[in-house]
C-alpha cells in the first residue's frame, strides 16, 4: 500500500441500510479526516481523529459515526443510510502538529442511497 | 461563522496566467492551502502560506493577507493538464484537534487552446 486507500470505490445502496466506508494509511500518520463533497458546496468535514483512541465532530456529523481503534484505520459508518447521503467521500490524512502539515487524500468513494 | 469564497469558474488560454483569487473569514487563523483536484480525482496539495508574502513553487505561486483575509493563487505558463478545480482550504487552530480545514467550494478553471 502506498499513501491513503477507501473501499469500497462506490457503492448503490437502499435507504435504511447499514454501511462502512473503509480507510487506511501506511504513512503513521497521526491525524486523520472524513470528508463529503457535493456540487457547490465543496468539501465537509464530517469527522476526524487526532490520534488513535480519539475522535471529533466535524462540520456535518450527524448520521454518521467513526472509531480508531489504532493509526491505520478510520472507518466511517452509516447506521442507518439516508438519500441525503448521496455524496463522494474522501478520507484523508496528515502528519498532526507540524505548521505546514498538509492533508493527503484518498482516491474516494461514490455513494447513491436510493 | 467561517466563511470561503472563491469564484465558480475561470477560463483561460495555455500558455497565459490566471490569478485565482480567495476570500476568508475565520478564527483562530492558521494556515491557508490551495488544492487542486482533477475530475473524479482526489484533491492534491499544491502550496500552504502561514505568513502574509509570496510563495513559489515552479509554475503556482501563493500569496497571502491575513489582515486582509486574503489570498490568490497564480499559475504561470498554462498548460491544458491545468484544466482541474482549485480548492482554498483555511485550517483553524482549535483546542481539540491539530487543526480543522475548512474548503471554499472550488474554482473550476478551464484552460482553452
Known amino acids: 500500500i502506498a499513501g491513503i486507500t477507501q473501499a469500497p470505490t462506490s457503492q448503490i445502496l437502499a435507504a435504511g441500510r447499514r454501511m462502512t466506508l473503509r480507510c487506511t494509511q501506511d504513512m503513521r500518520h497521526n491525524a486523520m479526516y472524513w470528508y463529503r463533497q457535493d456540487l457547490g458546496l465543496g468539501l465537509r468535514l464530517i469527522h476526524y481523529?487526532?490520534?488513535?483512541?480519539?475522535?471529533g465532530k466535524g462540520e456535518v456529523p450527524d448520521g454518521y459515526s467513526v472509531s480508531r481503534a489504532n493509526t491505520d484505520d478510520f472507518p466511517l459508518t452509516l447506521a442507518s443510510a439516508v438519500p441525503s447521503q448521496t455524496s463522494v467521500y474522501f478520507c484523508?490524512?496528515?502528519?498532526?502538529?507540524?505548521?505546514?502539515?498538509?492533508?493527503?487524500f484518498g482516491p474516494g468513494t461514490r455513494l447513491t442511497v436510493l | 461563522g467561517q466563511n470561503i469564497d472563491q469564484p465558480t469558474e475561470m477560463t483561460a488560454t495555455e500558455g497565459a496566467i490566471v490569478q485565482i483569487n480567495c476570500t476568508y473569514q475565520?478564527?483562530?487563523?492558521?494556515?491557508l492551502f490551495w488544492y487542486q483536484q482533477h475530475a473524479g480525482e482526489a484533491p492534491t496539495f499544491l502550496s500552504y502560506n502561514v505568513l502574509d508574502g509570496l510563495e513559489e513553487k515552479g509554475r503556482f505561486s501563493s500569496f497571502l493577507s491575513r489582515s486582509k483575509g486574503y489570498s490568490y493563487l497564480l499559475l504561470k505558463e498554462l498548460q491544458m493538464k491545468d484544466s482541474a478545480s482549485y480548492l482554498c482550504?483555511?485550517?483553524?487552530?482549535?483546542?481539540?484537534?491539530?487543526?480543522?480545514?475548512?474548503f471554499g467550494a472550488g474554482t473550476q478553471v478551464v484552460v482553452t487552446p
Open positions: 475565520t478564527s483562530g487563523f492558521n494556515g
Open positions: 484523508a490524512s496528515s502528519e498532526g502538529g507540524r505548521l505546514g502539515d498538509e492533508q493527503f
Open positions: 481523529s487526532n490520534t488513535a483512541g480519539t475522535t
Open positions: 482550504a483555511v485550517r483553524r487552530l482549535t483546542t481539540d484537534s491539530w487543526g480543522k480545514f475548512q
